[in-house]
């Protein structure tokens, strides 16, 4: 039996795997849903290419939802198949994350040195703040594309200052902490996706205490009472259980709210609607959040040359604008406005106890008066440093052009017992039930001001560290 059963190999899955089986008497076992390949020469080649996002229609690496929402399903999860943005949120971010689970653990003086020791920071590791000799090289381009360059300067001309290093600690001088644009921190490596498959798992799976099996759907958790003891899982026709001593749950945002419901961890009414019996009443699936995103398209010269998907950012007030380096339709570039701080919250909900039935999930999107402003003035803006001929911007323009940036979180909220919003403690135990982590995107409970692969890989190394001791 394993000491500890970790679900899924995602982005948090891959971390936590390679920490705790760095101590050899502590056997792991990682049951992904999507494939893994033995080894990382393995990979296919597109996988490894930071300029390729595997993740339209005909796509077999990722789980797809209703509304556009994707994921990765493979080894690696999101971070295999994202573009490769590894910034960290700001100051701010981590205060209100300390406060919503009543910890310190979450401050932003905690977490740098969780952030130092996992990076590799080509441009800037021996700056304050940075490391130089974790596993996950950090670096930003230096030959932007044209698209790129010309946002840039467009930036600069509307009088933003340019921001050397997006990963930098704050400067006390510093007045504007939420406008300025600059290259984007990226994990790559001689010009190859660095996602936590390749930094973290694959450099352990020679370890004979550590297990990875991929094609593996975990469809139930195992409970005797109130203590999980192991997973029901689906390997095509065949059907197993796994126990362990712990369970880690890190199947993504999605997917652990939908395991944990299936197991009678939710939401009561919802619960018995789906004839599942309930173990623990909790607000799974409720209070969740995702980044909203309006793509501004216009006609322009098609890339010469395939890059990462974002070499820049233009960050205003609680705005990122994101000048995509790929077409996502022919002939016309595309500028993203990302609402990084909504007021308004989604929900996630099961119609059906059947693992194969996708979750229904309500973004929520624009519902709070202030989310629709200012997606409205970053349109404005968008427009004025592109040149164009502004439309009109009212709510249906909005809801026209609405799309996702993919970051949906929160649906296992973090904070303490006894919080009406609260899944999981401070350290992803999950209340009320013994023996059961959730470590991923699924506890944060607040929007993060930037994308959150590099929060979700220094959450799991701080979990992880908790655990080993």
Request: charged share 20%; with cysteine.
């Amino acid at each position: 039996m394993a000491s500890t059963l970790i679900v899924g190999a995602g982005s948090a899955g891959c971390v936590l795997a390679a920490r705790l089986s760095a101590d050899p008497e502590h056997t792991v076992r990682v049951l992904e849903a999507g494939p893994v390949w033995p080894a990382l020469t393995d990979l296919p080649a597109e996988l490894r290419d930071p300029g390729h996002l595997p993740v339209g229609p005909d796509s077999s690496v990722v789980w797809r939802y209703p509304g556009n929402l994707v994921r990765g399903k493979l080894i690696g999860g999101s971070g295999a198949i994202n573009g490769s943005y590894f910034v960290r949120p700001p100051v701010t971010d981590f205060a209100a994350w300390s406060a919503e689970a009543r910890s310190p653990r979450w401050s932003f003086d905690a977490v740098v040195p969780i952030f130092r020791a996992l990076e590799h920071d080509l441009d800037f590791g021996t700056a304050p703040g940075h490391g130089d000799s974790g596993p996950i090289p950090v670096q930003r381009t230096t030959d932007p594309t044209p698209f790129s360059a010309e946002f840039a300067a467009a930036c600069a001309a509307a009088g933003f200052p340019e921001r050397a290093d997006l990963n930098a600690l704050p400067e006390p001088t510093d007045t504007r902490p939420g406008a300025g644009y600059g290259r984007v921190p990226l994990a790559v490596s001689a010009g190859r996706r660095a996602g936590p498959a390749v930094t973290h798992l694959y450099p352990a799976l020679g370890r004979a205490n550590l297990t990875v099996t991929g094609e593996t759907m975990v469809t139930r958790l195992l409970l005797r009472g109130t203590r999980v003891i192991g997973v029901k899982w689906a390997r095509g026709r065949e059907r197993g259980r796994t126990c362990a001593d712990r369970v880690v749950v890190c199947a993504g945002a999605v997917e652990s709210a939908a395991l944990l419901i299936r197991s009678g961890i939710g939401p009561e009414p919802q619960l018995r609607s789906l004839g599942v019996p309930v173990v623990q009443p909790a607000p799974v699936g409720a209070w969740c959040t995702d980044h909203p995103e309006i793509g501004i398209e216009f006609a322009g010269p098609a890339p010469a040359t395939s890059a990462v998907a974002l070499e820049y950012v233009l960050e205003f007030g609680d705005l990122e604008l994101r000048p995509y380096t790929p077409m996502f339709t022919p002939g016309l570039r595309r500028l993203g406005v990302a609402l990084m701080r909504p007021e308004s919250t989604g929900n996630l909900t099961l119609v059906s106890a059947d693992p194969a039935v996708p979750p229904r999930i309500d973004q929520g999107y624009l519902r709070a008066a202030r989310d629709r402003s200012a997606l409205r003035a970053g349109v404005e803006l968008a427009t004025q440093l592109l040149g164009l001929n502004p439309d009109t911007v009212d709510e249906n323009w909005l809801r026209a052009h609405l799309g996702t940036s993919q970051h949906l979180s929160g649906t296992c909220r973090m904070g303490p017992a006894g919080d009406e919003r609260a899944v999981v403690d401070e350290l992803g135990g999950v209340h009320g039930i013994d023996a059961l982590t959730v470590a991923d995107l699924s506890i944060v409970p607040v929007p993060l001001g930037r994308g959150p692969q590099a929060t979700v890989v220094m959450q799991a190394a701080a979990i992880a560290e908790c655990m080993a001791v």
